[in-house]
Structures are given as structure tokens and as C-alpha cells.
């Protein structure tokens, strides 16, 4: 796969054809992934590259990318999934789709540590701009908590981030 022309193909996209641009693209993502065993950073910086950039974060079928990689995600080294981490912490704060932000706290609360899913989702509440986004916070929040039988996280201290969340929410309704 050609990275730099996926991109360009994405930003030359009219909004109303980025959905099925975006459609193809993950598509191709994903076969392109199954011919790396590791993954390679190439894969890893596109991601990156797309939801940094706020004009392509708020795209809507992003979350296809996002199924794709999640789908490959054993073949990650530890290195680029914590720089996938920091990736979506950074990012976050201008995603305004409420599929993405599903995608991407599930992914967190799937594939973090336990430990580490929980600092993301309560940095990621502190940071996101719209409600919409908040709904993947909350995703991930909940899987956490149905998980905590195994994941050694109390429910106090999931309830500590859910707080912080509907703070945030809080401070994002409309007046």
C-alpha cells in the first residue's frame, strides 16, 4: 500500500465521497496488513498520520480503518502500540464521531493493560470536545467494568474516571 497516496486520496476526498474513500482505503489497509508479520511502522505512522490531522479525524468510515487495524493487532510490537497509544491520547480531543470514539475506546479497553486503558480513558474524558467523542470514554469505561472480575482494576477506581467523564459531559451541554 501506498501510504503518502492513501493520504492524498483522502484529503483530495469531497466530503461527501469520504465515507466510500475512506471504505476502499480500509480495505486495501487491511490486505496490506496481511502480508506484514510484524507489523510494520509504516501501517502504524498512517494511523497515526490520519486521525492527527483534525480535517480527516472528523471523516466519517474512519472507524473502518480502525476495525482493520484492531483486527492485525498481535502483530504489533510493544514499541508501536504504545506509540499508537499516544496516538489516539493525542488525537482525541478533535474527534467529533461517535463511531470513531467507539472504535477507539474499544480498542483501548480491549488491548491496553487494564491499568493503562483506565489512565487513557480518564486522560482522553479531560480532553474530548464533544459528546459524541465522550460516548467511546464511556464504551471503554464499560468494558472495564465488565471485565474487572479479570483485569485486577476495582470498581472504585473505574468509578473515579466515570465521575471525571460526566464532569466533562457536563461542562459540554449545550446552554
Not at 498520520?49 to 476495525?67: C, H, N
Not at 470513531?100 to 493503562?116: T, W
Not at 467523542?133 to 467494568?145: E, H, N, P, Q, S
Amino acid at each position: 500500500m501506498d501510504f503518502d497516496q492513501a493520504y492524498c486520496r483522502l484529503i483530495e476526498a469531497e466530503p461527501s465521497r469520504a465515507r466510500k474513500v475512506l471504505r476502499v482505503i480500509s480495505d486495501e489497509f487491511g490486505e496490506s496488513l496481511l502480508t506484514f508479520a510484524p507489523m510494520s511502522d509504516g501501517h502504524v505512522d498512517f494511523v497515526c498520520r490520519i486521525l492527527s490531522d483534525p480535517t480527516l479525524a472528523k471523516r466519517p468510515g474512519l472507524e473502518w480503518l480502525l476495525m482493520e487495524f484492531y483486527l492485525e493487532r498481535e502483530k504489533l510490537s510493544e514499541p508501536q502500540l504504545e506509540r499508537f497509544f499516544a496516538c489516539l491520547d493525542a488525537s482525541f480531543g478533535h474527534l467529533s464521531d461517535e463511531k470513531v470514539a467507539f472504535a477507539v475506546g474499544d480498542f483501548i479497553a480491549r488491548v491496553a493493560p487494564a491499568i493503562r486503558a483506565l489512565t487513557l480513558l480518564s486522560e482522553m474524558a479531560m480532553k474530548v470536545n464533544s459528546r459524541d467523542a465522550l460516548a467511546g470514554v464511556y464504551l471503554g469505561l464499560d468494558i472495564l467494568r465488565k471485565h474487572r472480575a479479570t483485569n485486577g482494576l476495582s470498581l472504585a477506581k473505574i468509578e473515579a474516571v466515570d465521575r471525571t467523564a460526566d464532569a466533562r459531559a457536563a461542562a459540554l451541554k449545550p446552554l
